[in-house]
């Protein structure tokens, strides 16, 4: 069996301020692992993602995130957040599926 | 490009009336395709998937069913609508080449059964 948790529901942050966005999976053998983001009604986009190699991966609008394998997790990052990164963010892994979780919503204030 | 487009973007059926959404992908060949749906704005769920035409795996027994009748064309549909049906469904699609590639969504269909 496969799953990924996003122990918090919301995030607030300042603008300006370290943004990080928690994730961790569980999934036999290797994960594949995946960040997306969801505006209001709109469709998840994706950010980035994790196959292998270097354990810090680089994505889009500038965040990054760091497989640990040791910790089983997946973690988001943003070193300077803006209030346009508010939004539903969610982690996934792939094993035999692709499973999602149940997304945080951060909130970036001004 | 790859594109991906979904219709309706919003809709309002009552109880027990039928349904279909249509999903269409643009620029690839042999997509994977997918149907998700997404209740009270959180967490999504899985519901079918398909690797090729007429090809339709389902994820959750439920009041749907799915169709892929051209390669790039995937169709949610019900015979009859129930309440719990409500939701903000997702089309999605990757390429078969590998298993880890991305998914890549539609903008949504949002469904509200009255």
């Known amino acids: 069996a496969q799953s990924v948790a996003q122990p918090e529901d919301q995030v607030n942050v300042a603008e300006g301020n370290p943004l990080t966005v928690k994730c961790t999976y569980s999934?036999?053998?290797?994960?594949?692992l995946f960040w997306y983001v969801q505006y209001p009604n709109r469709g998840l986009q994706f950010l980035l993602k994790y196959i292998t190699g270097d354990n810090l991966v680089k994505g889009s609008y500038g965040f990054e995130a760091e497989f640990n394998k040791s910790q089983t997790s997946f973690h988001l990052k943003k070193p300077s957040a803006l209030v346009s990164d508010s939004a539903l963010y969610f982690c996934a892994v792939r094993a035999n599926k692709l499973s999602f979780g149940a997304g945080t919503t951060v909130t970036v204030r001004a | 490009s790859q594109t991906i487009h979904q219709w309706p973007a919003t809709l309002v059926q009552p109880v027990g009336s039928p349904l279909s959404l249509e999903c269409t992908v643009e620029?690839?060949?042999?997509?994977?395709l997918y149907w998700y749906r997404q209740a009270a704005g959180r967490g999504l769920q899985l519901l079918f998937y398909?690797?090729?035409?007429?090809?339709i795996s389902s994820e959750v027994p439920q009041n749907l069913s799915a169709s892929r009748p051209q390669d790039r064309q995937f169709i949610l549909s019900s015979k009859k609508l129930l309440l719990s049906d409500s939701g903000f469904y997702l089309c999605a699609w990757n390429t078969r080449t590998f298993s880890y590639n991305e998914q890549f969504f539609g903008p949504g269909t949002r469904l509200t059964v009255l």
């Open positions: 398909s690797v090729g035409i007429g090809q």
């Open positions: 620029g690839t060949s042999n997509p994977n």
């Open positions: 999934v036999s053998g290797n994960p594949y």
